[in-house]
C-alpha cells in the first residue's frame, strides 16, 4: 500500500481521490468524462496567499487575474468577489469580464497586434490600454485621446518554462524597447494624455525570484528616465504574471516570501529613491490562481502493449490539454480509484487524437492500469480548457465546481450539434 503525497485540494480516502471533499470517481460516473473539475476554495486561497505576501510590504497594490489562463464565469466571478482586477487581451475576454460583472475600470487590456476596430470598441468601453507598440499608440490615439495609457516594455530580460512562454527578451515580440518607450510617453503626453501607467511581463511558468529582480529594477530604470525626461507621474506600475507552480516531483514552489522580500521591497525603495510617488503595484498572475484549483478527469478506454512500449488509451486528448503536446509539458497523473496501487509499470498515457504527438505523458510510472480505470491530471485549471478545441470533431469537455461542499456543472459539455455551427451547406453536392 503506498501512501502519496497529496497537496490540498488532493485527497486519498481510502484509495480513491477526493478533490476538495468529492469522490472523483462520482464525478466522473455524474457527469462522465473527460471532465474538468475546479475548486472554488482553492481558487480563492490562492488568491489570498499571494495578496498577503504582496500588501505585507506594499500597501498599494492590485492583482489583475490574467484571464487567459481560465475563462469560466464563475472563475471570474469568485475572482472579482475576492477584489480582483482583470487583465484581458481580447475583446472575447473583455466580452465575458463585463458578463462576469467587472465594470471598465476594472479590466486592462494587454492585446498584442491590436485591429483598429478593437481599438475603437476598447476606448468606447473606457477600458485602459497596455499597447504594445507605437504603431499601436499612433492608431489608437487617431481615434480617441484616452484619459490613461501604458505603455508595454521589453525590460531586455524574459523567463519562462518553455521558449514559446519567455515574453521578453532579444527574442521577443511584445513590448518597446527603452528608447522608444522615452519616445512613446512623449508623444502620448503631447498628444494631451493626462494619466499614465507603465507595463512589463517577462514570461509565464517562473518558479525563480531572480529574473523579476532584474526585470523589475530595469522597468524602474526606464519609469525614472520617463519621469525625468518626459516629466510624467505613474499611477501604476506593471509587473505582469508568470508566477509559476510546480508540476514535475522535484519542482519547488514558488519562494513567495523571497519574493515579496526581494521583489516588493526593491519596488518600494527604489519608487522612493526615483521620486515616483505611490503608484499602485498591480501583478497579472493567471496560472498561480487556477493552476492547481482543477484537475482533468479522464476514463481509460484501452491498454495496448507493443514491442517498444505499453500505451493507455484515454479519452483526453490534445484536444482537451494541450500543453503537453505543445509544450512537452509534464502534468502530475494519478489513477483515481487506485491511489494505494504501487506504481508498477511504465505507460505512455495517449489521447483519441489521430496523432502520434497526442501524449498525456510519456514514460509515465503508473500503478497497473485496466480498461475503466479513472486517470487525474493535476494542475490543469491554467490554460487547459481555456486552450482545448474540437479538433478531430470532438466536442469540448464539461467543467464542475466544488462550491459549498457540492459539485456543480459550470459548463455543459458540448454535443455533436455544436460541430455544425456557424457552418453553412452552400450550393449543389
Ligand atoms: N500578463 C500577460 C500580458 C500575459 O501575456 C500573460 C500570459 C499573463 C499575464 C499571465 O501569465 P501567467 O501568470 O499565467 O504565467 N499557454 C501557456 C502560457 C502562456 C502565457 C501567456 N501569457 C502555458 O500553458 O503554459
Redesign the pocket.
Given at each position: 500500500m503506498v501512501k502519496r503525497k497529496l497537496r490540498e485540494p488532493l485527497e486519498d480516502r481510502k484509495g480513491t481521490l477526493y478533490f476538495d471533499g468529492i469522490s472523483t470517481t462520482e464525478l466522473a460516473k455524474t457527469y462522465d468524462t473527460p471532465l474538468y473539475v475546479l475548486s472554488e476554495k482553492r481558487i480563492r486561497d490562492n488568491y489570498n496567499r499571494l495578496y498577503s505576501a504582496i500588501v505585507n510590504n506594499y500597501k498599494y497594490v492590485r492583482i489583475y487575474y490574467?484571464a487567459?489562463?481560465n475563462t469560466n464565469l464563475n472563475v471570474l466571478r469568485i475572482l472579482h468577489s475576492q477584489g480582483a482586477y482583470l487583465?484581458t487581451?481580447s475583446p472575447g475576454e473583455v466580452f465575458l469580464a463585463l458578463s462576469a460583472g467587472f465594470t471598465p475600470d476594472r479590466i486592462l487590456f494587454?492585446g498584442t497586434s491590436v485591429r483598429n476596430d478593437e481599438l475603437k470598441m476598447l476606448s468606447n468601453a473606457n477600458i485602459t490600454i497596455n499597447v504594445d507598440s507605437q504603431s499601436e499608440m499612433d492608431r489608437l490615439l487617431k481615434i480617441s485621446v484616452p484619459q490613461i495609457l501604458s505603455v508595454r516594455v521589453n525590460p531586455e530580460v524574459g523567463a519562462g518554462?518553455h521558449s514559446h512562454?519567455i515574453?521578453a527578451g532579444p527574442e521577443s515580440k511584445f513590448g518597446l524597447w527603452e528608447e522608444e518607450v522615452i519616445q512613446a510617453y512623449a508623444i502620448a503626453q503631447r498628444a494631451r494624455v493626462e494619466r499614465f501607467g507603465i507595463h512589463m511581463?517577462i514570461g509565464?511558468?517562473i518558479l525563480e525570484v531572480e529574473p523579476y529582480v532584474l526585470a523589475v529594477e530595469k522597468l524602474l530604470s526606464i519609469a525614472k528616465r520617463v519621469h525625468e525626461e518626459v516629466g510624467i507621474n505613474f499611477e501604476f506600475i506593471d509587473i505582469?504574471?508568470?508566477?509559476g507552480v510546480p508540476y514535475k516531483p522535484e519542482d519547488k514552489d514558488l519562494d513567495l516570501a523571497e519574493f515579496s522580500s526581494k521583489v516588493v521591497s526593491m519596488f518600494k525603495n527604489k519608487v522612493k529613491e526615483y521620486g515616483l510617488g505611490k503608484p499602485y503595484l498591480f501583478v497579472?498572475?493567471?496560472?498561480?490562481l487556477v493552476c492547481d484549483a482543477s484537475i482533468l478527469l479522464t476514463a481509460v478506454n484501452s491498454v495496448k502493449v507493443t514491442p517498444g512500449r505499453k500505451f493507455v488509451g484515454v479519452d483526453a486528448g490534445f484536444n482537451t490539454l494541450v500543453?503537453p503536446t505543445m509544450?512537452g509539458?509534464y502534468h502530475p497523473i494519478l489513477v483515481a480509484n487506485k491511489l494505494t496501487a504501487a506504481d508498477k509499470e511504465t505507460y505512455d498515457v495517449a489521447g483519441p487524437v489521430c496523432e502520434s504527438g497526442d501524449l498525456l505523458a510519456k514514460e509515465r510510472k503508473l500503478p497497473e492500469i485496466a480498461e475503466g480505470d479513472l486517470l487525474a491530471v493535476l494542475n490543469a485549471g491554467?490554460?487547459g480548457f481555456s486552450?482545448s478545441s474540437q479538433y478531430n470533431s470532438r466536442p469540448r469537455a464539461a467543467e464542475v465546481m466544488i462550491r459549498g461542499g457540492k459539485a456543480v456543472i459550470v459548463r455543459e459539455r458540448e454535443q455533436l450539434k455544436d460541430l455544425v455551427t456557424n457552418q453553412k451547406i452552400q450550393g449543389e453536392s
Open positions: 490574467a487567459k489562463a487583465d487581451v494587454t518554462h512562454c515574453t511581463h509565464s511558468g505582469g504574471g508568470g508566477f497579472e498572475p493567471g496560472r498561480y500543453r509544450y509539458s491554467a490554460y486552450m
